[in-house]
């Protein structure tokens, strides 16, 4: 690979401004050189002619499951990150709820191992809060902060017993971890598959209340306001549940939140014949909820998108009844297309709301060094061409699942080519 890479006439997005600039940059030796109008060719220098293409940083995905490991059926470490490369994401965190969960140093460290093997973006990994993600006794958070983990979850489940839950979090705090929650009242959630309500009732599936999710985000802010743990509070569905967020960072509470793609632009009127590639945990809620996220994620009330990459294998997916049928959609390879397609190209929000949120954000919430098209950066970039479009059948797609409402959807918008510290990862079509 060329250790110089010149893009001529590329449109850069950034958090700076609300316009795209258009200028060329010089990558080289990993990192951006030169970002200017007009720079000369160095010999040597692979030339990009990116007239009408965006050049943006390399996006980071907060929120996926890779599978490994125990489940490598779904997705693997390998695949998953061939995924989001493919859909522009050059470093992801992987959530613990693996077989075995990662629970302990050890079990950080295998992975972290695996990810430096198999992966060619960096791969991080949580560490669970709970040991066995059962709710019952606190995991060895020293050592799995020693290994590398980079934040605590028991994501697919809430930590029910509270005094645990602050225990951990003082724990988290002194550590210097955030600790995220996946907020659910299971008792609330029962046996539920979709969101309760209108369309629950006339389809006959039980329902998950919007308030399950509402009570936990409440209960979680307030055991961090008085512990002054940084709680971060995964996959937001609800209008209800980001005000209760809006409230609590207006009060100088420590929280962060995410929303992913598909709680922006499905609900639950999406779900028709009981497709299972709409059925995910928290559920798509209602066609208000879409809106007022959407108005809330322009506010920034949310920081960061998140896709919460959840992989299954297509028996798994289709040969169950809806109620049956595991939660959960793929979203690495989707994320970058369908945000385009749906909000930036209708001008909903532009993006420079896109690299804060998707890039810059994830990065700061763990305290990581930014990426950004700029001079002195590490080069991880993504051209992508607005005038392209994008189909999601089983072959274009890198992970092992296709278990998206997407497949065989066509989008606005390609993604062309993938930098990670100067190295071309993809490049979908040769200069």
């Known amino acids: 690979m060329s250790n110089m890479i010149l893009f001529k006439s590329a449109s850069v997005a950034s958090t700076r401004s609300k316009e795209l600039e258009v200028c060329d940059v010089l990558v080289k030796e990993g990192r951006v050189e030169s970002v200017a109008v007009n720079l000369e060719k160095k010999d040597g220098a692979k030339v990009i002619h990116a007239e009408g293409k965006v050049l943006l940083p390399g996006l980071f995905d907060l929120h996926v499951h890779f599978r490994e490991p125990g489940q490598t059926s779904k997705e693997n470490i390998f695949t998953g990150s061939e995924a989001a490369i493919n859909g522009g994401v050059t470093g992801v965190v992987a959530m613990p709820n693996t077989a075995p969960a990662i629970d302990s140093g050890g079990l950080v460290r295998s992975v972290m191992d695996i990810a430096k093997r198999n992966a060619r973006i960096p791969v991080y990994t949580t560490g669970c809060i709970t040991k066995e993600r059962k709710g019952i006794e606190m995991t060895p958070i020293a050592g799995m902060?020693?290994?590398?983990?980079?934040?605590?979850?028991?994501?697919?489940?809430?930590?029910?017993?509270?005094?645990?839950?602050?225990?951990?979090?003082?724990?988290?705090?002194?550590?210097?971890?955030?600790?995220?929650?996946?907020?659910e009242t299971m008792e609330l959630s029962g046996q539920g598959a979709m969101n309760e309500g209108r369309v629950s009732y006339q389809m006959g599936i039980p329902g998950?209340?919007?308030?399950?999710?509402?009570?936990?985000?409440?209960?979680?802010?307030?055991?961090?306001?008085?512990?002054?743990?940084?709680?971060?509070?995964?996959?937001?569905?609800?209008?209800?549940?980001?005000?209760?967020?809006?409230?609590?960072?207006?009060?100088?509470?420590?929280?962060?939140?995410?929303?992913?793609?598909?709680?922006?632009?499905?609900?639950?009127?999406?779900?028709?014949?009981?497709?299972?590639?709409?059925?995910?945990?928290?559920?798509?809620?209602?066609?208000?909820?879409?809106?007022?996220?959407?108005?809330?994620?322009?506010?920034?009330?949310?920081?960061?998108?998140?896709?919460?990459?959840?992989?299954?294998?297509?028996?798994?997916?289709r040969q169950q009844d809806f109620a049956s049928a595991p939660f959960g959609i793929t979203g690495l390879e989707t994320a970058l297309p369908s945000l385009f397609h749906y909000f930036i190209k209708p001008g909903i929000f532009g993006w420079d709301l896109l690299v804060e949120r998707y890039a810059s954000q994830p990065r700061s919430i763990l305290k990581f060094d930014e990426v950004a098209v700029a001079e002195g950066s590490v080069a991880d970039l993504v051209l992508f061409d607005p005038a392209g479009a994008t189909t999601f059948s089983r072959e274009f797609m890198r992970s092992k699942a296709s278990n998206t409402p997407f497949l065989d959807q066509t989008l606005d918008g390609s993604v062309d080519m993938v930098l990670s510290h100067g190295d071309i990862l993809l490049e979908r079509d040769a200069d």
């Open 145 to 183: 902060k020693s290994a590398g983990a980079v934040m605590l979850t028991d994501d697919g489940s809430p930590v029910s017993n509270p005094q645990l839950l602050r225990r951990a979090m003082e724990y988290a705090r002194e550590f210097d971890l955030p600790l995220a929650s996946h907020c």
């Open 208 to 317: 998950i209340p919007a308030i399950s999710e509402e009570i936990c985000i409440a209960r979680d802010i307030q055991i961090a306001e008085y512990t002054g743990a940084h709680l971060h509070i995964q996959h937001v569905t609800t209008a209800r549940g980001m005000e209760i967020i809006r409230r609590a960072k207006n009060d100088g509470v420590h929280v962060t939140c995410e929303v992913a793609p598909h709680h922006l632009i499905f609900n639950e009127e999406h779900i028709i014949d009981y497709d299972t590639h709409f059925k995910m945990n928290p559920p798509l809620r209602t066609r208000e909820d879409n809106e007022r996220l959407v108005a809330g994620l322009i506010e920034g009330v949310f920081d960061v998108i998140a896709t919460d990459h959840a992989p299954h294998t297509d028996f798994e997916k």
